[in-house]
């Protein structure tokens, strides 16, 4: 359930914009796309140049501590049983695999590209999860 009592548009914009930023910055001086799956991915796999992959992930993994220096952590509350939260994390990453990258790489790099099959690939994406939520919702319960 979405708090919007406390929904900040000023915030969410300037997540975005730091977002494109860091994408930006990833292609324009590594070549990259900033695709979490492909770059998790190539990571875990042997081989290949693991420098940049883990300074990118150790970024993600470290800065939720760092905004916690500036600003109270959001409450966090799950309201779906466990379970479900860990098959729906796995058909994501399954997805991912099948979609030849995820939301981030298709999403964010891809359509900014103006690439046709981030394109398919996102909107099969959001198709995919606005029906899961649907049916969990009005199906499971």
Excluded at 80 to 86: S, V
Aim: with cysteine; charged share 10%.
């Amino acid at each position: 359930m979405m708090d919007w009592s406390h929904f900040t548009p000023a915030s969410a914009l300037a997540g975005g914009a730091l977002i494109g930023l860091a994408a930006a910055w990833l292609i324009l001086l590594n070549g990259r796309v900033a695709g979490i799956s492909g770059i998790v991915g190539h990571l875990l796999a042997p081989g290949g140049d693991k420098g940049w992959r883990l300074a990118f992930v150790a970024g993600l993994v470290l800065s939720p501590w760092l905004y916690r220096l500036f600003a109270a952590p959001p409450a966090i509350q799950l309201d779906d049983r466990w379970w479900l939260l860990i098959a729906a994390g796995l058909l994501v990453g399954y997805g991912s695999r099948l979609g030849s990258g995820c939301t981030s790489g298709h999403g964010v790099c891809g359509l900014a590209r103006l690439s046709p099959r981030s394109l398919a690939a996102t909107l099969a994406f959001m198709a995919a999860g606005f029906a899961a939520v649907w049916l969990t919702r009005h199906w499971v319960g």
